[in-house]
């Protein structure tokens, strides 16, 4: 018995020993930290969520996710975005599922991820808060009581078990909805208890993507990524009628999973009841290189009488319409034509001065056709050359003097060359789905296209690589 018992406690001191010894058998790999940034009853969730290495050894943040459980209030889609962080919104993925195995206030979930770029955390270090928002694509009012993970309690950051996450795709922090819960230990976790990663889409320096994933004209991730809504003065068109209230964020093309910026200019024929919409970079941001959006053209109204002089565009221009090296790149969409010239029109023009009296002032070419739908448009800069092309086919060249000279920024603007009758109110949308921008690279609309794809598979929504200065 006393050789027995004797033996016991050997082993056990051997066991202590080796917990001891590993200073980890016991602690999580990885803490998470959340706190929210609204209340239960709102327009848009704001889940902040932390990322603390609780382990002895580096870990690379492309393998780690997370997971945030809600339920889907009315059967909605739901958008999400990232609004804040100190690693950058370029480098933080996001989508939004049903889950696999539906619980109790938890029918879906936001799955976060990060990028190569994001980095790695050595020991005991923190991600820092992300700050993200979660709503409806309808922009319905929802309800968190009924979300898993989320706690009206915690304002400040708290650990919380009922945001999961993941590393190498084990669950190794937090208890899942169907009640898998996190091992101790570095990567122990079940089998039943795993996250999908998906591949992450490649992004070189010099690239700007954005596909529009934004809660409204008001939403603080549009400034924190370097657009803005125009208000206020101003041409061209009817002057002093830019108006936020044309700027929405509705489901994207066809429907389909994430969202378009939509542009409205609404008139009922008077300049008092006439409203336009312009949405664009808040600084220069191209040069030289491949800009690629896809566009939807309007060739008729979507309320009210057609025949309204209305220009749906899509360009680039110099900050200082006075600069010696002035440049200007544009589409302009013309369903019924303007200035009287009949439509349907679309005119591609490169400028080299905003002085309409110059000699030289523009080249431009016209192409008459309806062009209601959507379109691949893409601006092509390199060489010395601009070459304009939708959906693959070549529209129009210029050079010399007419290639950009200074960065310009990227402008979308819905508005009216003029007013021919005054009646009923009416309305003209243009949407935007994805714009996609390369620098001092030539591309090809399949080649964006392609990329554009990577980063809807990867949950991208927003990249920017392009040089701070």
């Keep these: 018995m006393l050789v027995l018992l004797v033996c016991l406690l050997v082993a056990g001191g051997v066991v202590f020993h080796s917990l001891w010894r590993s200073g980890e058998s016991e602690a999580p790999v990885l803490t998470v930290r959340y706190r929210t940034g609204a209340p239960a009853t709102t327009t848009v969730a704001k889940p902040w969520v932390e990322v603390i290495n609780s382990s002895g050894r580096p870990v690379d943040l492309r393998d780690v996710t997370l997971r945030y459980y809600y339920t889907a209030d009315g059967g909605s889609a739901y958008g ?127 690239v700007l993507f954005d596909d529009f994933d934004y809660t409204g004209a008001d939403d603080p991730a549009l400034s924190a990524h370097g657009w803005e809504v125009r208000s206020g003065e101003g041409g061209p068109g009817i002057k002093d009628t830019w108006s936020a209230k044309g700027v929405s964020f509705p489901a994207g093309e066809d429907g389909r999973a994430g969202q378009a910026l939509q542009l409205r200019a609404v008139t009922d024929g008077t ?152 009646g009923a109110p009416r309305a003209w949308d243009m949407r935007v789905d994805w714009l996609y921008y390369r620098s001092g690279k030539a591309l090809s609309a399949k080649d964006a296209e392609k990329a554009v794809a990577a980063y809807a598979a990867s949950g991208s929504h927003y990249v920017d690589t392009l040089p701070k200065s």
């Design 80 to 206: 999400s975005n990232c609004v804040q962080t100190s690693l950058g919104c370029s480098y933080i993925t996001q989508t939004t599922d049903r889950a696999g195995r539906p619980a109790p206030h938890a029918d879906h979930y936001l799955q976060i991820g990060f990028t190569a770029a994001a980095g790695s955390l050595a020991p005991g270090k923190s991600s820092e808060g992300i700050g993200l928002q979660l709503y409806r694509v309808d922009h319905k009012r929802l309800n968190q009581s009924d979300d898993r993970s989320f706690n009206a309690k915690d304002t400040t950051y708290t650990p919380s078990k009922l945001v999961t996450a993941y590393l190498d795709g084990a669950l190794v922090w937090g208890e899942e909805p169907d009640g898998g819960t996190a091992a101790p230990g570095p990567g122990a976790a079940s089998s039943a208890s795993s996250a999908h990663r998906p591949a992450a889409a490649t992004t070189p320096a010099g």
């Design 271 to 422: 300049a008092q009841g006439t409203r336009q919409s312009e949405f664009h970079r808040t600084g220069p941001t191209v040069l030289t290189g491949t800009l690629v959006a896809r566009v939807y053209f309007s060739d008729g109204p979507a309320s009210g009488s057609d025949g309204d002089h209305v220009s749906q565009s899509f360009f680039t221009i110099s900050p200082d319409h006075a600069s010696s090296k002035y440049s200007e790149l544009d589409y302009e969409y013309m369903p019924n034509g303007g200035w009287g010239v009949l439509g349907p029109r679309l005119d591609t023009t490169s400028w080299r001065s905003s002085d309409l009296s110059s000699v030289g002032d523009r080249v431009t070419r016209s192409r008459t056709q309806k062009l209601g739908g959507w379109h691949t448009m893409v601006i092509t800069s390199v060489d010395g050359v601009t070459t304009y092309s939708m959906d693959g086919q070549r529209l129009f060249s210029s050079s010399g003097g007419y290639f950009p000279r200074e960065r310009m920024s990227i402008n979308f603007s819905a508005w009216f060359i003029d007013l021919p009758f005054k």
